[in-house]
């Protein structure tokens, strides 16, 4: 019989050697499966399931319902154009229309409106008078070095400030010299005319405060115009509050856009957030209006407190995404294990019968070292 073998083997080409050589392909391909314990025990069946349904609660409850993870966002900043509408009066009866008030403190993004205005007629340079601004106790307090460049000055000290050189009469509030202004700032409206652009998710979807052209003042449910006194009791605040030295106030318009939705008039909610900055040190600045009189140059002083509107523009679009829906499907899947975990971590080493148990549950082999 050998012998036959051996012969048929000879008989046999390269390849059917080859080929009858190579390791079964049952044994290659085998598959491994994990084998399963059915453990006859309510109390390990309950705490796997309560696990179990408190995970799917999460999954659906929060990550679904709640927080939306099976939407792809796109964060983007826009830009924005401030127009200052009103014509408020003082409490001098004096108008102080946006032409009067509304002037450049030299700042792009943010706007200013003055509720309180202090200003110097007449100014006239090289006059000497009492500076407010160089206070003293006696005339050595006004000495050459406090005195500037005004090298020829006498020291004097009129009234707990230095007698300079400069533009008089010098801006001192209180003084009949320098007029108060106390300006009626709710009738201001600001008109945000803001523009953001989605590039990732809605290939250069354009949205706008200012699609039909003109304000639309709150609570218009399209609402972009806001009174001074709608900024401030977003922000907690009240006129009376910041009218003395001014304030610093961020205003953040907000889109918030579903890019499912198919109609751009329902496609996204425009949101204003505003919030104080500074109140503590306030916010004034001063310019100066020049012109002659017989001859003589001279100038008005205004200084203006007041609210500087700080603006940002940003939106916020999502869409539903089949690669997000499967990626919370994976990670809910993985999440699932943990009820095994604890289950398990139950089974071995909290129950009375956790010794029986793990005879069940983990089969050891002989040592064949």
Known sequence: ?????????????????????????????????????????????????????????????????????????????????TSVLGNPLSDKKIPFDVYDAVTNPGELGAVFLPTRILVTRGQEPNKRCAFPLSPCQTAEDCSMGAM????????????????????????????????????????????????????????????ST??????MHYPNASANTYTLEDLLRFANLHLDDVRENGAVVQA??????????????????????????????????????????DGTRKRDAYRMYGVRVVTEAAALGAITSVGQIILQISSALALLGVATMVADFFLQSVVPERNHYKMQKVLETEDFN
Not at 210 to 215: F, K, L
Request: net charge negative; charged share 25%.
């Open 210 to 215: 200012t699609r039909n052209g003109r304000p």
């Open 252 to 293: 953040n318009v907000i889109f918030a856009c579903d890019l499912d939705e198919k109609n751009e008039d329902e496609q996204c909610q425009t949101e204003l957030n505003t919030a104080l900055v500074d109140a503590t040190s306030g916010f004034n600045y001063r310019f100066n209006h020049y012109y002659y009189e």
């Open 148 to 207: 500037g460049e005004d090298k020829v000055a006498t020291p004097t000290c009129d009234n707990g400030m230095c007698v300079k050189l400069g533009w008089c009469p010098a801006e001192q509030e209180g003084a009949a010299t320098t007029e108060q202004h106390l300006i009626d700032a709710n009738q201001y409206s600001l008109w945000f005319k803001a523009k953001a652009y989605f590039h990732k998710l809605a290939d250069g979807l354009e949205i």
């Open 1 to 81: 019989r050998n012998a036959m073998a051996m012969e048929e083997r000879r008989n046999q080409s390269l390849f059917q050697r080859w080929w009858h050589s190579l390791p079964d392909a049952d044994q290659v391909f085998s598959y491994d499966t994990v084998k399963e314990v059915r453990i006859l025990d309510s109390r390990l069946g309950l705490i796997y399931y309560t696990v179990f349904f408190a995970i799917v609660a999460y999954i659906v409850l929060f990550v679904f319902l709640i927080n939306k993870q099976y939407l792809e966002q796109e964060k983007t900043t826009g830009w924005i154009v």
